[in-house]
């Protein structure tokens, strides 16, 4: 008798999260779980902007998805998903086989929203994946070491623009302030010549924090010599640096651009109705008028009690993982399937190696010791997923 | 009653060892002694081809000029020579005031010699200086970030063509097949998708090299992948790679040419004659015509007692510097200066880190041997210019 086929796509938060709760749940021949991902590792989303930025090696945010899985209980594909079926109960892939499903998890990584700003998928960097960051962090570095070696000084050189003041552009610049004294050390370039400027289109940084901590991060890194550009669209993105609403231009030769991401491209292929890509999925997960397809992580919409939709978190797509690995559970052995709610454990938002910002255990903390419980945080995720000798193998590094 | 005043130009091998002779030679109110350089410190040129492979930190091959002069002895000026002019005994700098001079110690550092490649200057890098080896070094990194950041796969980006197989040539490209396994593990790419190509137009390797020491080093670089094309000049490098004699085009985006030097354009500038550059000085380093101008280093030329020009060489300039601050010294004291003649103390060339083929104290040595002695040679010149705590300084990098 064939097994029930769980197909998993993506190992994000979501995706990984689902596959290692079902692989501890679930006994031998009970399902047949598959987990497909474009890369034989998982990265760690939230910590992106470090490798980016250089400030940690890009293997910290990396785990190998064969160290976390049991080949016993989880098949393991490494391919890109090229296509959807829902009707079919089919998943195609660019190198294997077309996949068939009973239960399909879909937790493929979000795409950049660029508001159609002019220029920006072509000309900025995103902080997307391992390649992305490190193509970035050797970017930046080979703009300094090109600024000694020519004999003009092309101060656009040393101008760094991030695009966007949510939460990954306010880390990553975070980063920046601390990285760039080194560069600056190392290439032999007087730290006041480097221009590090944060452009924003809404009203304020980190919309929808806490005022006070907004102002905290605020001080702190124009302290630090950040340059804020708030309440400025960016018009267009050119070759050569930004043009702001208005008419101004930043020469800089280094743009990246946090400023959104949108759902999975493969879910509008696939005929399903999405808000800026992502599902508004029912509250088990699944695509409206499909008992089988369910969706986690970025590519999911799930609204608040107010009706206004969460942001896409780590902390969402890591709960609905482990929630609907529960309820693949129970329906395998007939049982029923609970609703998932999201819960906030706080957020915390770091500011660089030394600080951060955010809500812990319902209180407001900054500095160090936000620092520390935002590392706690990172260390929590490998624990989850690899237990104790990742959690330990990381920590080290 | 006015000093007479000595002006040294370039802190090179030859300039600093002549300046730092000088200094400790020379008694308080003999003569005012003025060094000139362009960079606020002193790099090792043999060194450069370990940073710019990123095989050892650049502030290895660096040495701060202050370090190892004193205040009260020697004036240090940093600024760009723009021109000498022998008949007035004067420099002009492009900052600061013309400086007189009663004695002129010219050591300022080579020009690459291209040999009429086309397009060479434009689109290849130089082992030249600290500026230019960070360059090389980040541009490398660049290219193999960007292979797995771009959606198609270009083979170019990992293709580094080394253009020279003479002893930089060569040493560079020992350091390469020592770094690019690390790149490759740092990139994730395999590391046969990488090619190291060295091109030479002469019918051998390391021309004027003991032939059985030349046939070590090839095998041993062949042994780790590097492809030689020998007898094979370049007609053409453009910015997406070379094109060799006979029509073949190699697509690389690093393109490195070590392939010759030539003299400080200055002195042809200031009307000397000279050939590819250099001076062919008198057995008193003078540049003929003149009794106070002297030349040491690169943009100097002696003969051997066949009639064919020495390579110019670390050996020689420090040499140089040596006899000629004994000279100065005897000058300003009335006395008579001695001929120069060079003493060869063997050569060592380098095959990455842990090799090296050369002669040394009259034997052929080969492999972690010479590794060790060409080691030593480093601490050497350190413990020259800066006693025991530089050569432990550094030995610790």
Redesign the interface.
């Known amino acids: 008798m064939a097994l029930p086929k769980i197909v998993v796509l993506g190992a994000g938060y979501g995706g990984l999260m689902t596959t290692v709760r079902l692989q501890k749940e679930l006994n031998h021949h009970e399902a047949e779980v598959t987990l497909v991902n474009l890369n034989p590792y998982h990265y760690v989303t939230t910590k992106l902007h470090e490798p980016a930025a250089g400030t940690l090696p ?1 293997d910290y945010a990396r785990v190998d998805i064969a160290s976390v899985l049991k080949q016993d209980k989880v098949q393991f594909i490494q391919d890109r998903v090229t296509k959807v079926d829902p009707e079919n109960k089919e998943v195609s892939l660019a190198e294997g086989e077309p996949l068939k499903y009973d239960y399909l998890v879909f937790g493929l990584g979000s795409a950049p929203e660029t508001f159609g700003i002019k220029g920006l998928l072509e000309n900025a960097f995103f902080i997307r994946n391992l ?2 960051v ?2 970035i ?3 930046m ?2 703009m ?3 600024y ?2 020519l004999e003009e000084k092309r101060d656009d050189l040393l101008t760094i623009v991030v695009g966007g003041a949510g939460f990954t552009g306010i880390e990553y610049v975070g980063e920046l302030v601390d990285r760039i004294p080194e560069l600056c050390q ?3 370039i007087p730290r006041e010549k480097v221009r590090l400027i944060n452009v924003e289109a809404a009203p304020t940084v980190l919309p929808g924090f806490d005022q006070e901590l907004v102002d905290y991060a605020v001080e702190y890194l124009k302290e630090r010599g950040v340059e804020f550009y708030i309440n400025t669209p960016i018009e267009e993105c050119t070759d050569d640096g930004v043009v702001l609403k208005g008419g101004e231009k930043i020469d800089a030769a280094t743009v990246v651009w946090t400023g959104g991401v949108r759902g999975n491209p493969l879910l509008e292929e696939a005929g399903i109705e999405t808000a800026r890509g992502r599902v508004k999925v029912d509250e088990y997960l699944r695509v409206p008028g499909y008992e089988d397809f369910f969706v986690v992580g970025d590519s999911s919409l799930i609204f608040n009690d107010e009706g206004r939709p969460y942001p896409p978190t780590a902390q969402m797509a890591t709960q609905q993982g482990q929630h609907l690995s529960k309820n693949l559970v129970s329906l395998l052995r007939g049982g029923s399937i609970e609703p998932y709610k999201f819960e906030s454990k706080g957020t915390l938002a770091s500011l660089g190696r030394g600080s951060a910002i955010g809500i812990a255990f319902g209180k407001k903390v900054v500095g160090s010791k936000a620092s520390f419980l935002k590392r706690v945080n990172d260390w929590r995720w490998y624990y989850m997923i690899g237990g104790l000798s990742l959690m330990f193998k990381k920590a080290k590094l």
Do not use: S, V
């Open positions: 890009p390649n992305g490190r193509f962090r050797e970017h570095e080979y300094f070491a090109k000694n070696a190392e290439f032999d």
